[in-house]
């Protein structure tokens, strides 16, 4: 890999930095309609493959490049966002060139490197989610997912949904995993497992809390029978990856990104108003405020936010533990083999003098 030397590497990235008290200005960017990043004086196109719809408890996904990385000489709209119907799509696209960085499941980044594709883990934007196993009516407990005649909705295998489904079996000492459940139906966004589960189409899934209290505002059978928050807490459920040449030769991208996302974890969960400001900003149908309130106070209490940067070993070395147990790949990958931390550690060096 490349090296870079820090004080260049600094002295390159704030002369075209904004001032920190500019952050707050930041929805103006919008406007935009280019994708650059400031690197030596060339404009450099960057696009960002997503394998999945931006919730809010993802919004730091979008919001930290586009609010947060022109700190750091980035300069990028959400008409740089793709999304891709599934992490491989979203992978090809990154192969063929179409787009520099994948922002998708941990899990099925793991699972592409141990394929021995040339791809690394460079910046998490969610470590432990706001998911639930829910279940209607009389499935109120883990044990009846093991039942027949209980339809469960479930995630792709490799997905998000399924590593948060099993994270939270294992810590639950459920005894299974999703791969045991008799009765299960995919269903590949939470928005359809939760649309599955208001119709009666299926018994139980898993989802986020705030689509569980849509469910609940309509039936009000509704029963939450765990909780990702609180009982799998070295999790890192989402994060950005990119080709190690990519990041080899766009090593300032690659950090500017990481800077950006962590600076947007820190300064939305210190504040509740700017966190909802942003998710009405980038989200065409936000939650209640209530519900937002709900997020925030988890994000605050449970680290869902990357605010240093994440990349854990107990966090790596957790998901490839379960990616093992879900049969994703064998026990020979290691933290080393799938992840870059040059991003996260010139990142927080970055951070360091920027006050928020």
């Keep these: 890999m490349s ?3 820090r004080r260049d590497f600094f002295y390159k990235s704030f002369s075209t930095a904004l001032l920190p008290g500019m952050v707050a200005g930041g929805v103006s960017l919008l406007a935009g309609c280019q994708s650059a990043v400031t690197n030596k004086g060339q404009a450099s196109t960057t696009r960002i493959g997503l394998s999945a719809g931006v919730h809010p408890t993802y919004i730091q996904v979008i919001a930290g490049p586009v609010l947060f990385g022109p700190n750091f000489g980035l300069e990028i ?3 740089d966002f793709i999304f891709f119907n599934s992490h491989s799509t979203a992978v090809l696209a990154a192969l063929s060139g179409q787009v520099s960085i994948v922002a998708a499941s941990t899990l099925a980044h793991m699972a592409f490197i141990s394929k021995g594709q040339p791809f690394k883990i460079f910046s998490p934007y969610v470590n432990v989610d706001d998911f639930v196993i829910v279940g209607r009516g009389q499935v109120k407990n883990l044990q009846q997912l093991l039942d027949p005649d209980v339809t469960v909705a479930i995630d792709d295998i490799g997905g998000a949904g399924q590593a948060n489904f099993d994270a939270m079996l294992l ?4 005894g299974f995993l999703v791969k045991d459940i008799p009765s299960r139906v995919i269903i590949g966004s939470t928005v359809g497992r939760t649309s599955a589960l208001a119709s009666g189409e299926v018994d139980a899934t898993a989802i ?3 689509q569980a209290h849509q469910i609940q505002a309509q039936t009000n059978d509704l029963n939450v029978i765990s909780t990702m928050y609180g009982s799998v807490p070295s999790f890192m459920m989402l994060s950005l990856a990119a080709s190690e040449s990519w990041l ?3 090593l300032e991208i690659a950090v500017a990104f990481t800077a950006g996302i962590i600076q947007a974890s820190r300064v939305l969960r210190q504040s509740f108003e700017e966190y909802r400001r942003v998710v009405n900003q980038f989200i065409k149908a936000p939650p209640s405020i209530e519900t937002l309130r709900t997020i925030h106070d988890l994000a605050g209490q449970y680290d869902i936010w990357p605010i240093e940067g994440g990349l854990q070993r107990e966090r790596l070395e957790f998901m490839i533990y379960l990616g093992e147990k879900e049969g994703l ?3 020979n990958l290691t933290p080393e083999d799938v992840v870059d931390t040059r991003p996260r ?7 360091d003098n920027i006050s928020i």
């Design 3 to 5: 090296k870079i030397d």
């Design 77 to 79: 709209t959400t008409d």
């Design 171 to 174: 810590a639950e000492e459920a």
């Design 208 to 210: 986020h809390i705030y």
């Design 248 to 250: 080899d030769e766009n």
């Design 329 to 331: 790949f064998d026990s």
């Design 345 to 351: 550690d010139l990142a927080l060096e970055m951070l």
